[in-house]
């Protein structure tokens, strides 16, 4: 492989990909975009172009490595800060060793997404939401969380009572290790009853907002309420 290529000069406005090329883009990813460990540390940090808006790299553990931008944001404990803003008493700025320093939990769950793929028994360490906003006391004219990635204009939303889903968290561990950059390092939220969009990594604000809103993938159609299993027309 040589010089990785340059992204971003190009790329088509990205609401014009609809679900048919989402789905065609992954099946064709699959086969063809697949790089070996070699030409992934080749590239350290550029993903592959040929997809602009979407591009899945390096299956493992049956995992599809997504982003939207074709480059995978880095992750800088000197100056990553999960900023916790919207319709709060006290906006609240966390350091990675304050977030790690929250009340530690684990879970096992499965990882499903929309396109058919899915990883069982996920091993995830992290903090619940409630931890994160309890210090930031919440107004309560706010009935939803917008999350928000470093990888813009990646966000998606949830309402308060499905953030509080006993096993939603923001998970900073995957399978006993730190969560790895590709997987949305340092943290990721984590929502095991939705779809793998609503799971948006590379984290860094989370605002507590009115309502819910379109995100990065609802704004092409996809469901807001993405439950697995009975939505994006499944169980229906
Ligand atoms: N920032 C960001 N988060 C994202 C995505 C993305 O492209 N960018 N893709 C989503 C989708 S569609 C899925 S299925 C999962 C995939 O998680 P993985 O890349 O860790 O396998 O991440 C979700 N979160
Ligand atoms: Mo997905």
Same mark, same amino acid.
């Given at each position: 492989m040589d010089s990785p290529p340059v992204t971003g000069e190009h790329e088509p406005e990205p609401r014009r990909y609809g679900r048919r090329l989402f789905l065609a883009t992954v099946v064709g990813g699959v086969s063809s975009l697949y790089w070996g460990k070699a030409a992934w540390d080749h590239v350290?940090?550029? +993903?592959?172009? %040929?997809?602009?808006?979407l591009a899945p790299i390096i299956p493992t553990g049956g995992w599809r490595i997504y982003?939207?931008?074709? !480059?995978?944001?880095?992750?800088?404990?000197?100056? #990553? /800060? &999960?900023?916790?803003? =919207? &319709? +709060?008493?006290?906006?609240? $700025?966390?350091?990675?060793?304050?977030? /790690?320093?929250?009340?530690?939990?684990?879970?096992? $769950?499965d990882f499903h997404c929309v396109t058919g793929?899915? %990883?069982?028994? +996920? !091993? #995830?360490?992290? %903090?619940?939401?409630?931890d994160v906003l309890a210090a930031a006391r919440p107004h309560a004219s706010g009935h939803a969380l917008r999350f928000v990635s470093m990888e813009v204009p990646y966000v998606d939303y949830l309402t308060l009572g499905q953030a509080s889903l006993h096993?939603?968290?923001?998970?900073?561990?995957m399978d006993g290790k730190p969560l790895r950059r590709e997987h949305g390092a340092p943290v990721r939220l984590v929502i095991p009853e939705m779809y =793998?969009?609503?799971?948006?990594?590379? &984290?860094? /604000?989370?605002? %507590? +907002?009115?309502?819910?809103? $379109?995100?990065?993938w609802e704004e092409l159609g996809y469901d807001q309420n993405a439950w697995v299993g009975r939505s994006n027309g499944y169980g229906t």
């Open positions: 350290t940090g550029v +993903v592959s172009p %040929v997809a602009d808006a982003t939207i931008s074709g !480059h995978m944001p880095a992750f800088d404990p000197a100056t #990553w /800060r &999960l900023e916790v803003g =919207g &319709l +709060v008493e006290r906006p609240v $700025s966390l350091t990675y060793q304050q977030l /790690r320093a929250l009340p530690r939990v684990e879970q096992v $769950s793929w899915s %990883v069982d028994n +996920v !091993h #995830w360490a992290g %903090v619940r939401i409630q096993d939603v968290m923001l998970a900073y561990e =793998g969009y609503k799971n948006v990594k590379w &984290l860094q /604000r989370i605002d %507590v +907002v009115p309502a819910t809103e $379109s995100g990065y």
